[in-house]
């Protein structure tokens, strides 16, 4: 029914930036609340940020501390169309990052852990030091 597509992964430095995108298809997205996930080998997925559906009237947005002042999250509406700008990136920022939606979820919701219903196939992003 939805589908999400990641893009914008790669190998960087430490201290470099990427911006990852993931685009959305089959609902209506701007109900949906977005989140960015992510899994290193070996380990758990985790939470990295979220941003809440865009009627919700609450807070918009959320941050694991791990990145927190290093990343945003922020959606484009009219693309259909989330990003990640990661800034300032460290070697254990180096995972596989997902997408995934919820239907009129907030950010607070998706870090809390709540299921999503739709997950994107992820993007690669390493950090050499």
């Known amino acids: 029914q939805v589908q999400l597509v990641e893009s914008g992964g790669g190998l960087v430095q430490v201290g470099g930036s990427l911006r990852l995108s993931c685009a959305a298809s089959?609902?209506?997205?701007?109900?949906?609340?977005m989140g960015w996930f992510r899994q290193a080998p070996g380990k758990e997925r985790e939470f990295v940020a979220a941003?809440?559906?865009?009627?919700?009237?609450?807070?918009?947005?959320y941050y694991a501390d791990s990145v927190k002042g290093r990343f945003t999250i922020s959606r484009d509406n009219a693309k259909n169309t989330v990003y990640l700008q990661m800034n300032s990136l460290k070697p254990d920022d180096t995972a596989a990052y997902y997408c995934a939606a919820k239907p009129f979820a907030t950010a607070q919701n998706m870090y809390g852990g709540t299921v999503p219903n739709y997950w994107g196939q992820g993007t690669q992003v390493t950090v050499s030091s």
């Open positions: 941003i809440s559906w865009t009627g919700w009237p609450g807070g918009s947005t």
């Open positions: 089959g609902g209506t997205f701007s109900t949906y609340a």
